[in-house]
Each structure stands twice: as structure tokens, then as C-alpha cells.
């Protein structure tokens, strides 16, 4: 299997019978010790489906309103326990209910890898997508906060800072960022917070770790005890990380994040977004610091059915699939809007008949040539195809199989 990345660099791999998917590898570990499930004190704990439904493509209406940004983290002060989405055995739960996870992950249409940067951040055109988004009858959305565009507010080459004065993150960065969450709310939409994101290979090493800290320190409290935050996603696929860097430097490096990260913000779950290719061979060693595990999957669906078994063999948490989809064109076009349908609606079969906890799609918008990707890929390239949302913000057929399986 194959990283979304490389899997756009091997867009001509076999399709199957029904339908394909690409992205990222694996391999087996033995079976871990389990920790107890963390649950949040004093919350209160609490079909099949095989046709495509008929479409008819028309955009959802929107409302863009004038948008001011918050000074103060805005729910810090009345924040109930009972607010933040919690863990009991291997599903998700909020105030007593099961909260099964209806997600995706968001980039601005006009400005992906850039959502936050002070050149990019457009709150009332976020607040369209995010409307557009919720519409679909998605409960959660999935962000990223780029370290290095963070420390600036511009996006900058990934490098060490100089020292700890220059590893604060930029006050109208944190600002857009917290007026993110205000639309959010506003929507009823769960955020997972990554953090770290396109982090430079060089911040793994102890050496850098007070560096690390000193950001974390400034960042995490401006959103602490905020239940519009589901969970802080510690580092967006560290996997390329481990393949660079080694991971007797990168696991130890989260082990040092995560206890951190907790005591500044004890209220949301953890997790970290590993591709496929580890297999939970890291689940062991990260199992007492993260609430649940997720994966990311862009291989064909005939092989999902036995992972999705092997994952829920390897701990008795919930296991989330992060990110998954299809791209509907690229310079080749050799999938179609009809695959995307088709793959959809086998992937959220297949989740459903297992019981698992939730997904998030890759990805709510498509893209313009020349802006997606980090650096931005300037040729026309699947990456800019993966939406379930054309250019022009009408729906793709695939926006259907998601009421269906998010509304029964």
C-alpha cells in the first residue's frame, strides 16, 4: 500500500473489478497490552447499505456573514465536561449518546496547505465551505496548523528556529485560527486540531525538543478547555518522518508531545494520523498517551475488510479511518466521478457492517491547478480532484452516498 502522495505518483495501478482506491503500506505486529480507555471526568457516558442513490446535482445554498475574530478563547470560562466528545470502549460518545464520527478534512478551496496564513485566511468563504460541509450531515472537521507558516503567519521553507523567542506562533495566526473554531461552532462541528504540520525533519531531534515546547506552550493554552475542539491530533502521517529520520528519534519524540500536550489541555482526546504502511506496529508504544488510533487508507476496498479486522484485533480503542477518497480527474483521467460514488459507497459499507467508530473524507473541496500540495504541484495532478465538491462548489455525485450513510 501506498501514501495518498505516492499514490499520486502511481495513479496508473490496477482498478479491480468494481473499484480502486490508493494510498499507503503496512506491516504486522504482535498484539499490544491494553491501557484502560480514557474518558473525560464528570461527562455523563451514555444496516447495510449496497445501492447508490439516484442524483441530481444542485449547490447548496449558502450564507456568507461578516465575521469578527474572537480576542479570548470564547467558551473557556463555561465549558462543561459534559460538552467534550469522550471514549467508551472502541466508539466515541457525546453527553451520553454514541457520536459516531461524520468528518472531513478541509482546506480552503483557493487556499489549501495556507488556511490559517494572514495572506490567505478568508472567514466568510470558510464559513461557506464549512456550511457546505455540515450540510452533508457531517459532525466533524479536520484542520491543520503548519509549524512553520504559524511561527511567520506566512508560509515559509521548513528550517530550525533560531531559538525559543522564535518558536512563538504569530498572534493573528493563533487569532484566525480561534476564529475557525467560532464558525465551527457555529455549524456544530467537532474540530481535530493537527498540530505540527509540515514540521522540518531536523525539530525531531532531542536537540530541539525545547524549541518544541516553547511553541506548544503558547499555542495549546490560547484553545484550552474549549469543547468545540474534539481532539488534538498530535502530527499529521509521522510515518514519512520515522522513513527519514528513524523511529528511535520520532516515537520517543511523541512520547515527550503527548504528556506535554495533555497537561496544558487536559479536556480533548489524542491521536496521531498514521498512514497505513506501519500496520499498528506503533500502537504499543504510544498506548497509553493517545485515546484512539486513526489510519489512512487510499488502496482498493477489496483489501479494507481484512484490515479494518486486523486493526480491531490490536486494540480495544476506537480506530478511525482519518482520511480516505478517490480522485475524479487529473492529466490522465482514469477515474471518473462514477468511481468515486462507487468507492465511497464500499468503503462506508464496509465501516458500517464492522461497527467502527466513524470516517473522514479526503476531501471536502477540489482544488485549482498550481495551489495544492506543499510545495504547490503547478501542473494539473489528481491531488486537485479528490473533493466532493466541484471548483464551482456544485456537489459530485458522491455527496448522496454520504447523506445516505450519515443520515440513517
Request: net charge neutral; hydrophobic share 40%; proline share 10%.
Amino acid at each position: 500500500m501506498i501514501s495518498r502522495r505516492d499514490f499520486l505518483k502511481l495513479i496508473a495501478a490496477s482498478f479491480g473489478s468494481a473499484l480502486i482506491s490508493a494510498c499507503d503500506a503496512a506491516r504486522t505486529t504482535p498484539t499490544p497490552t491494553l491501557a484502560p480507555t480514557r474518558v473525560v471526568p464528570t461527562a455523563t457516558p451514555q444496516p447495510t447499505a449496497t445501492a447508490t442513490p439516484t442524483v441530481t446535482l444542485t449547490p447548496t445554498p449558502t450564507r456568507p456573514p461578516t465575521l469578527t475574530p474572537t480576542s479570548t478563547p470564547t467558551p473557556t470560562a463555561t465549558a462543561r465536561a459534559i460538552d467534550f466528545v469522550t471514549v467508551r470502549g472502541d466508539q466515541f460518545f457525546l453527553r451520553g449518546q454514541r457520536f459516531p464520527i461524520r468528518g472531513f478534512n478541509y482546506y480552503p478551496r483557493a487556499h489549501p496547505w495556507k488556511t490559517f496564513n494572514l495572506d490567505a485566511w478568508q472567514p466568510e468563504v470558510t464559513e461557506r465551505e464549512l456550511r457546505l460541509g455540515a450540510s452533508l450531515g457531517a459532525n466533524a472537521v479536520r484542520v491543520f496548523i503548519d509549524f512553520h507558516a504559524s511561527l511567520t503567519g506566512t508560509q515559509t521553507p521548513p528550517s530550525v528556529p533560531a531559538d525559543t523567542r522564535a518558536a512563538i506562533p504569530h498572534p493573528q495566526y493563533l487569532a484566525n485560527v480561534r476564529e475557525f473554531l467560532d464558525i465551527a461552532g457555529r455549524l456544530n462541528l467537532k474540530v481535530t486540531m493537527t498540530l505540527l504540520d509540515s514540521l522540518a525533519f531536523e525539530m525531531y531531534q532531542p536537540a530541539n525538543f525545547p524549541l518544541i515546547e516553547t511553541y506548544l506552550r503558547a499555542l495549546v493554552p490560547s484553545f484550552a478547555r474549549d469543547p468545540r475542539i474534539m481532539c488534538w491530533d498530535l502530527q499529521n502521517e509521522p510515518d514519512r518522518a520515522i522513513r527519514t529520520v528513524g523511529e528511535s528519534i520520532v516515537i520517543p519524540f511523541f512520547q515527550r508531545i503527548a504528556p506535554l500536550v495533555r497537561a496544558l489541555d487536559p479536556y480533548p482526546l489524542q491521536t496521531i494520523g498514521w498512514i497505513d504502511r506501519a500496520r499498528a506496529q506503533y500502537f504499543p508504544a504510544l498506548n497509553d498517551h493517545l485515546d484512539f488510533f486513526c489510519w489512512h487508507y487510499y488502496d482498493a476496498v477489496d483489501r479494507l475488510d481484512g484490515l479494518i479486522k486486523f486493526y480491531k484485533t490490536q486494540t480495544r480503542k476506537p480506530v478511525l479511518l482519518q482520511e480516505f477518497g478517490l480522485p475524479t480527474g487529473g492529466p490522465d483521467k482514469k477515474y471518473t466521478e462514477n468511481d468515486q460514488v462507487i468507492h465511497y459507497n464500499a468503503v462506508m459499507k464496509l465501516l458500517e457492517e464492522n461497527a467502527m467508530c466513524g470516517s473522514v473524507f479526503w476531501c471536502l473541496n477540489d482544488y485549482p491547478v498550481g495551489v495544492a500540495g506543499n510545495p504547490p504541484i503547478q501542473t494539473d495532478h489528481p491531488e486537485n480532484h479528490f473533493g466532493v465538491l466541484r471548483l464551482d462548489y456544485s456537489e459530485k455525485p458522491v455527496t448522496q452516498v454520504l447523506r445516505y450513510f450519515w443520515k440513517k
